[in-house]
Protein backbone atom coordinates (compact mmCIF):
# COMPACT_ATOMS: atom_id res chain seq x y z
CA UNK A 1 0.00 0.00 0.00
CA UNK A 2 3.08 2.44 1.02
CA UNK A 3 4.62 1.48 -2.21
CA UNK A 4 1.38 2.23 -4.72
CA UNK A 5 0.84 5.62 -2.44
CA UNK A 6 4.28 6.74 -3.14
CA UNK A 7 3.64 5.86 -7.03
CA UNK A 8 0.21 7.87 -7.16
CA UNK A 9 1.79 10.78 -5.27
CA UNK A 10 4.67 10.84 -7.69
CA UNK A 11 2.19 10.60 -10.74
CA UNK A 12 0.44 13.26 -9.67
CA UNK A 13 3.64 15.49 -8.93
CA UNK A 14 4.47 14.92 -12.48
CA UNK A 15 1.34 15.72 -14.10
CA UNK A 16 1.14 18.93 -11.79
CA UNK A 17 4.87 20.11 -13.38
CA UNK A 18 4.01 18.75 -16.64
CA UNK A 19 0.97 19.97 -17.19
CA UNK A 20 2.55 23.59 -15.82
CA UNK A 21 5.33 23.56 -18.67
CA UNK A 22 2.60 22.64 -20.92
CA UNK A 23 0.63 25.52 -20.44
CA UNK A 24 3.70 27.41 -21.00
CA UNK A 25 4.96 25.95 -24.13
CA UNK A 26 1.42 26.41 -25.48
CA UNK A 27 1.23 30.15 -24.71
CA UNK A 28 5.05 30.39 -26.56
CA UNK A 29 4.62 28.53 -29.69
CA UNK A 30 0.72 29.42 -30.40
CA UNK A 31 2.19 32.69 -32.23
CA UNK A 32 4.06 30.30 -34.29
CA UNK A 33 1.25 28.00 -35.14
CA UNK A 34 -1.08 31.22 -35.95
CA UNK A 35 1.42 33.00 -37.67
CA UNK A 36 1.59 29.74 -40.20
CA UNK A 37 -2.11 29.34 -40.46
CA UNK A 38 -1.82 32.94 -42.24
CA UNK A 39 1.52 33.14 -43.58
CA UNK A 40 0.35 35.19 -46.53
CA UNK A 41 -0.74 38.02 -44.41
CA UNK A 42 1.78 38.20 -41.77
CA UNK A 43 4.65 37.90 -43.87
CA UNK A 44 4.36 41.05 -45.91
CA UNK A 45 3.95 43.11 -42.03
CA UNK A 46 7.12 42.22 -41.07
CA UNK A 47 8.96 44.84 -43.98
CA UNK A 48 6.64 47.93 -42.45
CA UNK A 49 8.48 50.12 -41.90
CA UNK A 50 6.84 51.18 -38.61
CA UNK A 51 7.19 47.86 -37.61
CA UNK A 52 10.98 47.86 -38.32
CA UNK A 53 11.66 50.38 -36.94
CA UNK A 54 9.66 49.58 -33.39
CA UNK A 55 12.38 46.83 -33.89
CA UNK A 56 15.17 48.91 -33.90
CA UNK A 57 14.31 51.32 -31.14
CA UNK A 58 13.75 48.21 -28.67
CA UNK A 59 16.74 45.90 -29.78
CA UNK A 60 19.48 49.34 -29.41
CA UNK A 61 17.29 51.51 -26.19
CA UNK A 62 17.92 47.40 -24.82
CA UNK A 63 21.47 46.99 -25.68
CA UNK A 64 22.20 50.39 -24.20
CA UNK A 65 20.24 49.50 -21.16
CA UNK A 66 22.53 46.56 -20.61
CA UNK A 67 25.72 48.57 -21.46
CA UNK A 68 24.12 51.01 -18.82
CA UNK A 69 23.90 48.43 -16.35
CA UNK A 70 26.95 46.86 -16.24
CA UNK A 71 28.49 50.06 -16.21
CA UNK A 72 26.89 51.37 -13.05
CA UNK A 73 25.53 48.24 -12.20
CA UNK A 74 28.93 46.04 -11.11
CA UNK A 75 30.53 48.67 -9.30
CA UNK A 76 27.06 48.72 -6.83
CA UNK A 77 27.37 44.86 -6.80
CA UNK A 78 30.67 44.98 -5.52
CA UNK A 79 29.66 47.57 -2.76
CA UNK A 80 26.89 45.68 -1.99
CA UNK A 81 28.86 42.24 -1.59
CA UNK A 82 32.10 43.45 0.13
CA UNK A 83 31.55 46.49 1.99
CA UNK A 84 29.98 47.16 5.22
CA UNK A 85 27.67 50.18 4.99
CA UNK A 86 24.13 50.86 6.92
CA UNK A 87 21.07 49.97 5.64
CA UNK A 88 22.74 47.49 3.19
CA UNK A 89 19.95 45.14 3.45
CA UNK A 90 17.75 47.77 2.66
CA UNK A 91 19.06 49.07 -0.13
CA UNK A 92 19.93 45.99 -1.74
CA UNK A 93 16.02 45.40 -1.41
CA UNK A 94 15.12 48.94 -3.12
CA UNK A 95 17.75 48.29 -6.06
CA UNK A 96 16.75 44.93 -6.59
CA UNK A 97 13.99 43.36 -5.22
CA UNK A 98 11.48 46.50 -5.58
CA UNK A 99 11.92 47.61 -9.38
CA UNK A 100 11.25 43.98 -9.95
CA UNK A 101 7.94 44.11 -8.60
CA UNK A 102 7.48 48.01 -9.07
CA UNK A 103 4.10 48.69 -11.01
CA UNK A 104 6.06 49.77 -14.51
CA UNK A 105 3.23 52.11 -15.20
CA UNK A 106 4.04 53.63 -11.96
CA UNK A 107 7.57 53.91 -12.38
CA UNK A 108 6.52 55.89 -15.83
CA UNK A 109 4.31 58.41 -13.80
CA UNK A 110 7.60 59.21 -11.17
CA UNK A 111 9.81 59.71 -14.32
CA UNK A 112 7.48 61.55 -15.52
CA UNK A 113 6.67 63.63 -12.71
CA UNK A 114 10.77 64.08 -12.31
CA UNK A 115 11.80 64.95 -15.50
CA UNK A 116 8.74 65.64 -17.83
CA UNK A 117 7.75 69.31 -18.66
CA UNK A 118 7.01 70.29 -14.89
CA UNK A 119 9.96 68.93 -13.75
CA UNK A 120 11.41 70.54 -10.27
CA UNK A 121 15.12 70.36 -11.83
CA UNK A 122 14.36 71.99 -14.79
CA UNK A 123 14.73 68.78 -17.23
CA UNK A 124 12.06 67.81 -19.83
CA UNK A 125 12.98 64.50 -21.83
CA UNK A 126 9.62 62.82 -21.62
CA UNK A 127 9.00 61.62 -25.09
CA UNK A 128 12.44 61.44 -26.06
CA UNK A 129 14.82 57.70 -27.21
CA UNK A 130 16.57 58.84 -23.71
CA UNK A 131 13.19 58.55 -21.82
CA UNK A 132 12.76 54.80 -23.14
CA UNK A 133 16.13 53.99 -21.67
CA UNK A 134 15.96 55.35 -18.38
CA UNK A 135 12.62 53.48 -18.08
CA UNK A 136 14.20 50.65 -18.85
CA UNK A 137 17.20 50.67 -16.96
CA UNK A 138 15.02 51.44 -13.76
CA UNK A 139 13.34 47.92 -13.93
CA UNK A 140 16.41 46.08 -15.65
CA UNK A 141 19.42 46.77 -14.01
CA UNK A 142 18.85 44.83 -11.07
CA UNK A 143 19.47 41.86 -12.88
CA UNK A 144 22.74 42.94 -13.43
CA UNK A 145 23.59 43.58 -9.81
CA UNK A 146 22.07 40.48 -8.24
CA UNK A 147 24.27 38.28 -10.27
CA UNK A 148 27.08 40.02 -10.12
CA UNK A 149 26.94 40.51 -6.11
CA UNK A 150 25.88 36.97 -5.67
CA UNK A 151 29.07 36.13 -7.27
CA UNK A 152 30.86 38.55 -5.43
CA UNK A 153 29.87 37.12 -2.36
CA UNK A 154 30.84 33.63 -3.04
CA UNK A 155 34.47 34.87 -4.48
CA UNK A 156 34.99 36.59 -1.04
CA UNK A 157 33.83 33.49 1.08
CA UNK A 158 36.91 31.60 -0.69
CA UNK A 159 39.33 34.09 0.58
CA UNK A 160 41.75 34.54 -2.46
CA UNK A 161 40.78 38.41 -2.13
CA UNK A 162 42.46 38.47 1.32
CA UNK A 163 45.04 36.13 0.27
CA UNK A 164 46.00 38.60 -2.96
CA UNK A 165 46.39 41.63 -0.49
CA UNK A 166 48.87 39.82 1.29
CA UNK A 167 50.81 39.56 -1.52
CA UNK A 168 50.69 43.26 -2.25
CA UNK A 169 47.59 43.57 -4.48
CA UNK A 170 45.68 46.90 -4.24
CA UNK A 171 41.71 46.64 -4.02
CA UNK A 172 41.75 47.88 -7.03
CA UNK A 173 44.09 45.30 -8.38
CA UNK A 174 41.87 42.35 -6.80
CA UNK A 175 38.81 43.96 -8.21
CA UNK A 176 39.68 43.47 -11.91
CA UNK A 177 42.06 40.28 -11.19
CA UNK A 178 39.64 38.17 -9.05
CA UNK A 179 36.32 39.25 -8.46
CA UNK A 180 35.69 40.24 -12.18
CA UNK A 181 36.81 37.13 -14.01
CA UNK A 182 35.45 34.80 -11.60
CA UNK A 183 31.65 36.44 -11.97
CA UNK A 184 32.19 37.52 -15.61
CA UNK A 185 30.07 35.03 -16.60
CA UNK A 186 27.33 35.73 -14.02
CA UNK A 187 27.43 39.12 -15.39
CA UNK A 188 26.65 38.03 -18.41
CA UNK A 189 24.08 36.30 -17.27
CA UNK A 190 22.60 38.90 -15.51
CA UNK A 191 23.19 41.18 -18.95
CA UNK A 192 21.23 38.46 -21.26
CA UNK A 193 18.24 38.95 -18.23
CA UNK A 194 18.69 42.67 -18.42
CA UNK A 195 18.47 42.79 -22.58
CA UNK A 196 15.16 40.41 -22.31
CA UNK A 197 13.81 42.33 -19.98
CA UNK A 198 14.19 45.88 -21.64
CA UNK A 199 12.56 44.11 -24.94
CA UNK A 200 9.69 43.29 -23.15
CA UNK A 201 9.30 46.55 -20.96
CA UNK A 202 5.97 48.59 -21.45
CA UNK A 203 4.41 50.53 -18.69
CA UNK A 204 7.59 52.78 -18.33
CA UNK A 205 8.00 53.50 -21.65
CA UNK A 206 4.36 54.04 -22.23
CA UNK A 207 3.99 56.38 -20.06
CA UNK A 208 7.27 58.53 -19.97
CA UNK A 209 8.47 58.01 -23.95
CA UNK A 210 4.84 58.13 -25.43
CA UNK A 211 4.17 56.48 -28.55
CA UNK A 212 5.63 58.24 -31.44
CA UNK A 213 6.10 56.23 -34.55
CA UNK A 214 9.73 56.32 -35.67
CA UNK A 215 11.02 58.07 -32.20
CA UNK A 216 9.79 56.49 -29.34
CA UNK A 217 7.32 53.46 -29.95
CA UNK A 218 9.17 50.25 -29.51
CA UNK A 219 7.45 46.72 -30.36
CA UNK A 220 5.74 46.36 -27.05
CA UNK A 221 4.63 50.04 -27.41
CA UNK A 222 3.05 48.70 -30.65
CA UNK A 223 1.97 45.83 -30.05
CA UNK A 224 -0.18 47.69 -27.16
CA UNK A 225 -1.27 50.33 -29.73
CA UNK A 226 -2.13 47.94 -32.97
CA UNK A 227 -3.88 45.24 -30.16
CA UNK A 228 -6.99 45.17 -32.00
CA UNK A 229 -5.44 44.75 -35.47
CA UNK A 230 -3.68 41.69 -34.46
CA UNK A 231 -1.90 40.47 -37.65
CA UNK A 232 0.38 43.70 -37.23
CA UNK A 233 0.65 42.92 -33.52
CA UNK A 234 1.27 39.30 -34.03
CA UNK A 235 4.29 39.95 -36.32
CA UNK A 236 5.93 42.50 -33.71
CA UNK A 237 5.21 40.01 -30.98
CA UNK A 238 6.90 37.41 -33.30
CA UNK A 239 10.05 39.38 -33.30
CA UNK A 240 10.33 40.33 -29.65
CA UNK A 241 9.68 36.78 -28.37
CA UNK A 242 11.76 34.96 -31.00
CA UNK A 243 14.92 38.14 -30.49
CA UNK A 244 14.45 37.24 -26.53
CA UNK A 245 14.57 33.39 -26.86
CA UNK A 246 17.65 33.43 -29.31
CA UNK A 247 19.86 35.84 -27.23
CA UNK A 248 18.74 34.18 -23.73
CA UNK A 249 19.79 30.38 -25.77
CA UNK A 250 22.57 32.12 -26.79
CA UNK A 251 24.36 33.72 -23.31
CA UNK A 252 22.99 30.81 -21.79
CA UNK A 253 25.24 28.55 -23.77
CA UNK A 254 28.45 30.80 -22.96
CA UNK A 255 27.44 30.77 -19.23
CA UNK A 256 27.26 27.00 -19.48
CA UNK A 257 30.62 26.60 -21.03
CA UNK A 258 28.80 24.78 -23.64
CA UNK A 259 30.74 24.84 -26.65
CA UNK A 260 27.92 23.27 -28.94
CA UNK A 261 24.01 23.47 -28.24
CA UNK A 262 23.72 19.76 -27.99
CA UNK A 263 23.43 20.89 -23.94
CA UNK A 264 19.86 21.86 -24.84
CA UNK A 265 18.36 19.63 -26.95
Not at 44 to 67: E, G, H, M, Q
Not at 117 to 139: E, R
Request: aromatic letters at 14%; a positive charge; glycine letters at 6%.
Amino acid sequence: MRAGAHRTSMIILYALGSLLLAWFLIIFFYQYIIAIQKIDKILPVFANPRILSALWISVSSSCITALLSIFFGVPLAYIFAVKNIRYKSLLETLMIDVPQTFPPVAEGIILFMMLGPDSPFGINIAYTYLAIVLAKTFVCTPFVVSFAARKFRETQTTGADITAKTLGASESQVFWTIFVPIAFKDIIAGTALCWARGMGELGGSLIFAGIIPFKTEDIPTFIAVNSSALIPALAATILATTASLLALLSFKAFTKERTTWKGFF
